[in-house]
């Protein structure tokens, strides 16, 4: 069984900074490529930012450079450094992870993360 668990998510004020990490666990042969998608009420679901297993990285254009992704291979998790922040972030962001659970490629599915609430507002 894999689980995605995601935590740092919280109320921040308009310019700080968060930043979010999850990790995966359970029987795992091979995490590929793993990202972050972000959600507001009323709103589709909004790609944030992705990277692959080389740890090559792409963002949504409305990042500007503010936020970062990186991973930890041996750790199995994936962060997501949010600076300057906006009221416009305000979304619950939900992690994924296309994993492998075995050695045949029949096991490969992408996973998600319960997602955590991030607030920006004075």
């Known amino acids: 069984q894999v689980q995605l668990v995601e935590s740092g998510g919280g109320l921040v004020q308009p310019g700080g900074s968060l930043r979010l990490s999850c990790v995966a666990s359970g029987s795992i042969f091979r995490v590929n490529d793993v990202g972050w998608y972000r959600q507001a009420p009323g709103e589709e679901r909004e790609l944030v930012a992705e990277i692959s297993r080389n740890r090559v990285a792409t963002y949504a254009a409305s990042m500007k450079g503010r936020f970062t992704i990186s991973r930890d291979n041996a750790k199995q998790t994936v962060y997501l450094q949010m600076n300057s922040l906006k009221p416009e972030d305000t979304a619950v962001y939900y992690c994924?992870?296309?994993?492998?659970?075995?050695?045949?490629?029949?096991?490969?599915?992408?996973?998600w993360g319960q997602g955590t609430q991030v607030t920006v507002s004075s």
């Open positions: 994924y992870a296309d994993i492998q659970t075995g050695r045949l490629t029949s096991s490969r599915n992408n996973y």
